[in-house]
């Protein structure tokens, strides 16, 4: 194989794959990869569990206008969990106010989500999606308190709140 056929390929297998993360999402591609979710659904059984902003953002990996969640004003103690499979996400107590119209939190708790590199929208930022079900739910960022010094920047459409029973 000469040298320039290697080129080509490996750009049409660049490209590819490009092309398929900015169609579909993370998802296809950990699939692909062999990851495997503990929760998995098909397109039109996702559509049915989730409401029309959920199936964007968890699905599709959209993002809520700011300001535009009921949990951004949650101060009750609990535990929010993902609205696609139930998995405990986030403990009330890493919540704060960042200012930012999204919930913001500075830490998850113990192997609930994962993290990937996300280049969309001519950006480099570091996904978050759920360990159980692979549902997008925002993003982490370097600039929060302490003791972490990260920033949970969640939809909060892509979650729902238990309060902790009194």
Known sequence: ???MTRRALIFA????????FL??????????????????HTEEE?????????FAILREQDTERPGSSALLNEHRKGIFFCAGCDQLLFASETKFESGTGWPSFWAPLDK???????TSHGMVRVEVHCSRCGGHLGHVFDDG???????????????RFTPKAA
Request: proline share 5%.
């Open 1 to 3: 194989m000469t040298a």
């Open 13 to 20: 297998g660049t490209a590819t794959l490009t092309t398929a």
């Open 23 to 40: 169609l579909r999402g993370i998802r296809p591609l950990l699939a692909a990869s062999g990851h495997v979710f503990a929760v998995t």
């Open 46 to 54: 996702w559509r049915k569990r989730l409401s029309k902003e959920q």
């Open 112 to 118: 609930a989500v994962e993290t990937t590199r996300d």
């Open 145 to 159: 308190p302490k003791p972490t010094g990260l920033r949970y920047c969640m939809n909060g459409f892509a979650m």
